[in-house]
């Protein structure tokens, strides 16, 4: 396949759409006939051709076998995840995408962990309404795809500092909850993951009002990212990054050891179960 979308020219949701489009179209297929032999329905494919939705990656995946294309939908896929999120966003992601260190503290459970169905409730929240069923949809979608970072074959090394807060509200069903206990036991268990508690036991402190997260990229330079009340700041002056780290290494240091952060999560996860 020799279809390429210039990304400076449209959004990476429009040039999957068109790429759909003309996969299909090459194929000499109708969208009714594409619904009837991949299964999907005829007006969800349209929007996607229309670059009005974005779909889950096995769908990409699926379309991909479908027409021959290699992996190509897939990648494009990849591009037009970031669609999915606000412009101040974006900057924040193409550097998380390419960074060779990340350091993250979390009043909750960070996203890069969450399961599907968790990331769905959290996503939805207080606001869900009937009409915002899609854009929550795409968002989720887009959370799942960040997740590749931490599996791909140049995985960042990863610290994950996560406030006790985040363990003691559940989900609101118990195999959500339990299927996202197990998922960040597992993680940590993973060779580029380090990951600690924060207890509560530590009392108040300097970051209990939002997320902060740490980039190194590979030519050392570094940037930092805090997000709270609605709102996300990226800062990248060398100075303020510097206090940044300190602020983090002082959270590190209250923090349960490794170790004790598992049997902290086993320990939860064993009394959700009885």
Do not use: C
């Not at 759409?17 to 991949?38: D, F, M, P, V």
């Not at 992996?71 to 606000?86: E, G």
């Not at 960042?156 to 003691?168: G, H, K, P, T």
């Amino acid at each position: 396949m020799d279809e390429r979308v210039d990304v400076e020219r449209e959004s990476g949701l429009a040039g999957l759409g068109r790429t759909l489009r003309h996969l299909r179209e090459k194929a000499g297929k109708s969208l009714g006939q594409l619904a009837q032999e991949t299964a999907y329905d005829k007006s969800y494919l349209s929007r996607l051709e229309a670059g009005k939705r974005l779909s889950k990656m096995a769908v990409m995946e699926d379309l991909d076998r479908y027409y021959g294309s290699g992996d190509l939908l897939v990648q494009l896929w990849k591009v037009a995840r970031h669609d999915a999120f606000k412009d101040k966003y974006k900057e924040f992601m193409r550097l998380e995408a390419t960074a060779r260190v990340m350091h993250v503290f979390t009043p909750g459970v960070p996203g890069l962990l969450q399961t599907e169905e968790f990331a769905r409730g959290v996503l939805s929240g207080a606001q869900a309404t009937a009409g915002n069923t899609e854009e929550v949809d795409e968002q989720v979608a887009a959370r799942m795809g960040r997740q590749l970072l931490l599996r791909r074959d140049s995985a960042s090394n990863v610290r994950f500092i996560i406030d006790e807060y985040a363990f003691r509200r559940p989900a609101a069903t118990a195999k959500t909850w339990d299927d996202q206990l197990l998922r960040i036991e597992a993680v940590a268990l993973w060779p580029n993951v380090v990951l600690q508690v924060l207890p509560f036991a530590t009392g108040v402190h300097h970051l209990m009002d939002g997320s902060l997260t740490l980039l190194w990229q590979r030519d050392g330079s570094a940037v930092a990212y805090k997000e709270g009340n609605g709102g996300g700041e990226l800062i990248d002056g060398a100075e303020e990054v510097l206090r940044h780290r300190l602020s983090y290494d002082r959270l590190r240091d209250l923090a349960l050891p490794p170790p004790d952060s598992l049997a902290f999560i086993r320990g939860v996860l064993e009394d959700h179960r009885s």
